[in-house]
């Protein structure tokens, strides 16, 4: 088991270390200068020569890269082009707090969804119940962020008018659609990954032990059947957690939710590299953990995942 975990660390180390240095690179080849964006295209050429300068932004991109590497590994993500004296870690800490409670709330959002439809679908298979539910989900796990969120907007906030726009709205108000917008495409990926285990589940020869005995439907699907599903669906669930914080960014953007998808794509705009690089180290070190900790759960309680490994 140790040395499962051993591994397992060690390939998250490299993912992380990965995917940063491949932002680094890919924002540096960018076009457009980050100076130009602070002082214009009118200001003078001295002027811009020290500010590159004083940002180090005129040395060799590898010198550049091994200094931000060497930085981040004491914690020092530096400081915004654009806010002068604000660390990249205070922004992140303002923000990260808001995109947290989106995917947390996102999660619950699919998960209750996901159980309810799955095992309806499952327990009606061949109805007209189960083809909608199926149909639901199809249409789930194929529209984009940037579709969906819109449309509920209009639905709920124009024409129905049973919620206040985001922008106005405040406490559990303000997560509703984002939520259901975020979730709505795991809770759809998740209704068909509960229908088929449970409709697998249902076809043992325990289930039918269980109706033999005089037990009834709802206490064989929920202590039975449904006991047997959840391993399995709260580990895909925890590896999906990560999905959801680098899917905040989309819908943070259409919600204008302050979170750390706004931050970045505010950064991404006005090439403040400081603030995407820290902002990209945080979602992959947040995704590489959560994958991490759903994979060590599922070798601690199913033993043939580490066995199979060694």
């Known amino acids: 088991m140790r040395d499962y ?11 992380v270390l990965g995917a940063v240095s491949l932002v680094f690179f890919i924002i540096h ?8 964006n602070m002082l214009g295209e009118q200001a003078l050429s001295v ?33 915004s082009l654009y806010r002068k004296g604000t660390k990249v870690s205070e922004l992140i800490a303002e923000r990260f707090p808001n995109t947290f409670i989106l995917a947390v709330s996102a999660m619950l959002v699919a998960i209750s969804v996901s159980l309810i439809a799955g095992i309806l679908s499952a327990i009606r298979r061949g109805t007209i119940t189960d083809s909608l539910i199926m149909a639901l989900s199809g249409f789930g ?3 984009p962020a940037f ?24 406490g559990i108000l303000s997560l509703v659609l984002p939520s259901v917008t975020l979730g709505f495409a795991l809770a759809a990926f998740l209704s ?11 076809s043992e020869d325990y289930i039918r032990t269980a109706y033999a005995k005089g037990l009834s439907k709802r206490v064989v699907i929920l202590k039975h059947a449904l006991s047997n599903i959840l391993v399995v669906v709260i580990t895909i669930a925890g590896m999906q957690f990560g999905s959801l914080l680098t899917g905040a960014i989309i819908t943070e953007r259409v919600f204008a939710w302050q979170g750390i998808g706004t931050l970045l794509i505010e950064a991404i705009t006005k ?30 309680i199913d033993p043939r995942i580490r066995y199979a490994k060694d």
């Open 29 to 36: 080849m960018i076009p457009g200068d980050p100076v130009e």
């Open 271 to 300: 090439r403040d590299y400081p603030v995407v690089q820290g902002t990209i180290i945080l979602v992959s070190f947040m995704y590489v953990v959560i994958n991490l900790l759903t994979d060590i759960f599922y070798a601690v």
């Open 147 to 170: 579709f969906l969120g819109p449309l509920l907007l209009l639905v709920f906030c124009r024409y129905l008018k049973w919620l206040p726009p985001p922008a106005s709205a405040e």
């Open 5 to 15: 975990i051993l591994r397992k660390i060690f390939i998250s180390f490299l993912t």
């Open 47 to 79: 002027d811009k020569e020290r500010i590159r300068e004083a940002l180090g932004l005129n040395r060799p991109l590898i010198e550049q890269y091994l200094v931000f590497l060497k930085n981040a590994a004491k914690g020092d993500l530096g400081e």
């Open 141 to 143: 796990i194929s529209v």
């Open 192 to 202: 068909r990954l509960i229908r088929s285990q449970m409709l697998e589940v249902l």
